[in-house]
Nanobody
């Protein structure tokens, strides 16, 4: 089992920034691809960003490209999501997820472990 715990969510005004962190514990972390997803009330969970293990390749949803940056520190078993220029439509619960393969994937059903989520609220 791999346990994931997100932190860093909060309330911010539009245009502001937040940095989410995801701490992993348990099984070997370094060979897992990691992803960030979000879910707003009444909407399905959607992919935000992902990072592979093999080459650190990253992939972003169009809605956050250029504003969000995903990174990882395998030695510390941490994954981060730096969110800049936040918009009210970014308001959601953000989830960290791990995939038992080194390559990233953009769909939720391809991830095996999930954190409990952290709320991000962006006011206009």
């Amino acid at each position: 089992q791999l346990q994931l715990v997100e932190s860093g969510g909060g309330f911010v005004q539009a245009g502001g920034s937040l940095r989410l962190s995801c701490a992993a514990s348990g099984r070997t972390f370094s060979t897992y691809a990691m992803g960030w997803f979000r879910q707003a009330p009444g909407k399905e969970r959607e992919f935000v960003a992902g990072i592979s293990w093999t080459d650190g390749n990253t992939y972003y949803a169009d809605s956050v490209k250029g504003r969000f940056t995903v990174s990882r520190d395998n030695a510390k078993k941490m994954v981060y999501l730096q969110m800049n220029s936040l918009k009210p439509e970014d308001t959601a619960v953000y989830y960290c997820a791990a995939r038992r393969y080194p390559l990233l994937a953009p769909t939720a059903n391809e991830y095996d472990y999930w954190g409990q989520g952290t709320q991000v609220t962006v006011s206009s």
